[in-house]
């Protein structure tokens, strides 16, 4: 846990994640495009995904 001013910013590792083998493309990667993800925020609040976009990166 990291404090960035008056609030802590949480880093982890995700170690397992289970996913329906149906959301899974031929390569056995995650497709994104039809996971419906849900993130957790602080306490009992949850955010969902409403829209994606691509931003490529740096060399």
């Known amino acids: 846990m990291q404090r960035v001013g008056s609030h802590h910013v949480v880093m982890g590792e995700v170690v ?3 996913v ?3 959301l899974l493309t031929a390569e056995g990667k995650v497709d994104i495009e039809r996971l419906d993800a849900v ?3 602080a306490g009992d609040l949850y955010d969902t995904v409403e ?5 490529p990166r740096p060399d």
């Open 16 to 18: 397992r994640a289970h």
């Open 20 to 22: 329906d083998d149906d």
């Open 39 to 41: 993130g957790r925020l």
């Open 51 to 55: 829209s994606r976009f691509r931003m």
